[in-house]
């Protein structure tokens, strides 16, 4: 062995180390995982992210993922010559689109995932189980509502979405079954529901990890984006805020964009009893294990 060998040893023995207070803390807890956008379009990411995932399950932690697919369902439009048109960056979901939505969530991602997640276990036999909330009743919805303010009148106007639902119900009856089997499965949930009637609907990929998170009462809930976290006014990263700190961000305009919905996410997951949500990019290698086994971990924190 070199010199150079040796130390890296060292290193790595030394790290790990360092993480076992923080093993302890996730240990036998369930960690929900927001993966989507562009912290899913390459490959290597990818299999890297599927790899820490396998990485969490080892070191005693419940892993449940949800994932997005908004940039893929958009590609397919384009290709099928079907045009999107988006409301506070919900797409509206007509018949055409809500086929081609589900094809690419459920069908192409979800279980492209799932392998990645099988593969990167082998030697372990940690298996990833491709799910959408379509199955065993796991999220029910209802038809979302949006209105916008007429610039002329002034008057409230309803807007139709489509088939884009809210969650009403999570049964994770199901999910608890796998993260608590003898066997290490690791669940990959598609965002897409159906409501009582049996209608299918597609839902934000976040707002389904929020409302999962709830239910598991999660220790802690990662949304995996393409930004660092949470920006003050002078463009530095927040490490930390309260509740009412991220509300107050949203009223100020300190937040603004794609970060607002995951504010408001990050929110209403903590209400629902998740001790903390973590917003950080899903692009930086191994994100998800500096955020949960590092001091200072990686990202913004919000919790009460």
Partial sequence: MT???????????????EALPFIQIYDRETVVIKYGGHAMGEEQVARLFAADAVLLKMLGCHPVIVHGGGPQISRMLDKAGVKSTFVDGLRVTDEATMEVAEMVLSGAINKEIANWITLAGAEADVRGVGLSGKDARLITVEKAVRTKKDP???????????????????????????????????????????????????????TVAGALAGALGAKRMLLLTDVAGVL????????QMTVAEARQAIADGVATGGMIPKLETAIAAVEAGVEAVVILDGRRPHAMLVELFTEHGSGTLICR
Wanted: glycine content about 8%; charged content about 25%; hydrophobic content about 40%.
């Fill in 232 to 239: 003050d006014a002078n463009g530095d990263l927040v490490r």
């Fill in 3 to 17: 010199d150079t060998a040796e130390e890296q040893g060292w290193a790595t023995a030394k790290t790990l180390a």
């Fill in 152 to 206: 002329g009148s002034k008057i409230e106007e309803v807007i139709d979405l489509g088939y884009v639902g809210e969650p009403t119900a999570i049964d994770p009856k199901l999910i608890e079954a796998l993260i608590y089997a003898e066997a290490d499965y690791i669940p990959v949930i598609a965002p897409i529901g159906v409501s009582e009637a049996g209608q299918t609907y597609n839902i934000n990929a976040d």
